[in-house]
């Protein structure tokens, strides 16, 4: 389980990279790394590693948002609100 942001952003990123390296195929990787930071520890901690990775998980996204309008100048609330649209169109 992380200790620190730094450490659960870490997490958030491994979690990313396995969903990338097969973003269409089967989720194994991806569902092998959640396991792992999930159920890692006793089962007592499960819920608490949860919380810590979805919080590792918005510092990843918001950093990308940052990222992103540096590069395009679009803000996070632009970016939110197109994928907000293109999800409400799915």
Request: charged share 20%; with cysteine.
């Amino acid at each position: 389980m992380s200790t620190t942001p730094a450490d659960s952003t870490q997490d958030a990123i491994e979690l990313m990279t396995a969903w990338s390296a097969r973003p269409d195929g089967p989720p194994d990787l991806l569902i092998d790394c959640l396991r792992r930071h999930i159920e890692e520890g006793p089962p007592e901690i499960g819920l608490p590693a949860a919380v810590e990775l979805i919080m590792g998980m918005t510092t990843l996204c918001g950093s990308l948002l940052v990222l992103l309008e540096e590069v395009s100048g679009i803000s996070p609330q632009g970016t939110l609100r197109e994928l907000a649209l293109h999800y409400a169109d799915a």
